[in-house]
């Protein structure tokens, strides 16, 4: 027999070995260790966010902000799998309106990881914070080490994958394009989050290569208006040719989704939904030749695109109907019931399935479209008058 011999007798994964393995599915690349840190920093109610990478992250990720902090009484729990504030029952799931919610980002960066440290101060603690060192199950080791620190918390990972040596070695050989897919993941939580939430949201993200100076990647200034935050990160003019999205539409519920919630077969009822952003303009050349600058949310969480194309092809679809030979710019934020969608699907919680998907996309289409034409119509007048 090739391979490893085995023999017939079934037993149970040690627990040491369930935790690297799930620990691996959760975290599976630098954006997705970078998203986890930052969603926590906006639960905390944070108005101030910095994103510090050592050589592009290879040597540690560093997010500071200043939010509410962890109290003492929360430090043996903070890193602990499946520990979590924000649910008490599996029904919980279908009304979280909170960015995290499962409890695996801090102990599986722990378990993928050479170190995970958190500095940390509450409002009553402040100016002098507590220095938490996690082990890599995610058990508390110290919490002796006192910091000047004023009300927030900051969390440093170092050499992420360095337990996974393929892993790491795949890191290490891509970590420019790594990095940028970080960026990117970076830029949809500086335009719809850090504009709607905790009364608007200052993100800073750096980068300091070893031997060299920091450079500033992007920088919000925190105020509550998606159009500040898009000009920040790509200046006044990428907003020459984009006008503000918002529309609404009713999409009819599937009879599959109504069996499913035992409604019956009673007449279909219908889930009222918004959309607002930005869009470019329908005008020949106000497009743009890639769909570069596409960003899709669901209340306000990004999600997906690639994997929900369905909705990002319809957008697109439409778009092309009145500027054929371009794709828009777009940030669109699709807000909705949450018992109309469904976030808890994948690890990193960017995959949501919706609803009536079907009669989503043709509602969506509708609208839309019927959006363009007005717009259309607006423009035209503006000329002939």
Same mark, same amino acid.
């Given at each position: 027999?090739?391979?490893? !011999? ?5 037993? +149970?994964?040690? *627990? ?74 599996? !029904? ?66 170092? &050499?992420?994958? $360095? ?8 890191? =290490? ?8 897919? +970080? ?6 939580y500086a335009l719809v989050p850090c504009s709607k939430e905790n009364k608007g949201v200052r993100l800073t993200v750096t980068n300091q290569i070893e031997n060299g100076r920091k450079v500033a990647q992007l920088k919000t200034d925190g105020t509550l208006s998606l159009r500040a935050?898009?000009? *920040?990160?790509?200046?006044?003019? +990428?907003? @020459? ?8 539409? =009713?999409?009819?519920? !599937? ?7 035992? %409604? ?28 570069? $600058? ?9 999600? &997906?695109?690639?994997? +929900?194309?369905?909705?990002?092809? *319809?957008?697109? !679809? ?7 030979? %371009? ?14 969608? @469904? ?27 019927s959006d363009l034409v007005d717009l259309f119509n607006v423009f035209f007048s503006s000329i002939t008058t």
């Amino acid at each position: 027999m090739s391979g490893v !011999e085995r023999d017939s007798g079934i037993r +149970a994964i040690d *627990a040491h070995t369930v935790h690297r393995i799930t620990s691996g599915q959760v975290v599976i690349d630098l954006q997705s260790a970078v998203k986890e840190l930052v969603e926590n920093s906006l639960d905390a109610g944070s108005t101030a966010i910095e994103v510090r990478f050592q050589n592009y992250g290879l040597k540690s990720i560093e997010v500071i902000d200043n939010g509410s902090g962890i109290a003492p009484r929360d430090y043996e729990g903070i890193a602990l799998k499946h520990y979590t504030s924000k649910l008490s029952s599996f !029904e919980d799931v279908s009304r979280i309106v909170t960015f995290g919610f499962r409890g695996e980002a801090l102990s599986s960066l722990c378990a993928l990881s050479d170190g995970l440290t958190i500095a940390t101060a509450t409002a009553s603690e402040a100016p002098m914070g507590t220095v938490l060192e996690i082990d890599g199950n995610g058990r508390l080791k110290s919490q002796k080490a006192k910091v000047a620190r004023q009300r927030g918390t900051t969390v440093t990972v170092t &050499n992420l994958f $360095r337990p996974l040596p393929v892993r790491r070695k795949e890191l =290490e050989r891509n970590i420019k394009r790594e990095y940028q897919k +970080a960026l990117t993941i970076l830029h949809a939580y500086a335009l719809v989050p850090c504009s709607k939430e905790n009364k608007g949201v200052r993100l800073t993200v750096t980068n300091q290569i070893e031997n060299g100076r920091k450079v500033a990647q992007l920088k919000t200034d925190g105020t509550l208006s998606l159009r500040a935050s898009a000009i *920040a990160l790509w200046g006044t003019r +990428a907003l @020459d040719n984009v006008t503000d999205l918002d529309l609404s539409f =009713e999409v009819e519920t !599937e009879k599959s989704v109504l069996r499913r919630l035992n %409604q019956g077969s009673a007449d279909s009822p219908t889930t009222s939904v918004r959309v607002q952003g930005l869009v470019s303009k329908f005008v020949i050349g106000a497009g743009r030749t890639t769909n570069d $600058r596409q960003y899709f949310f669901v209340n306000g969480r990004p999600f &997906n695109a690639g994997k +929900a194309s369905i909705v990002q092809k *319809a957008v697109n !679809e439409v778009y092309r109907t009145f500027n054929v030979n %371009q794709a828009p710019f777009v940030i669109a934020d699709f807000v909705l019931p949450t018992h109309a969608c @469904d976030i808890n699907v994948s690890p990193d919680k960017r995959t949501i399935f919706l609803h009536s998907e079907n009669n989503f996309v043709l509602a969506l289409k509708v609208g839309y479209a019927s959006d363009l034409v007005d717009l259309f119509n607006v423009f035209f007048s503006s000329i002939t008058t």
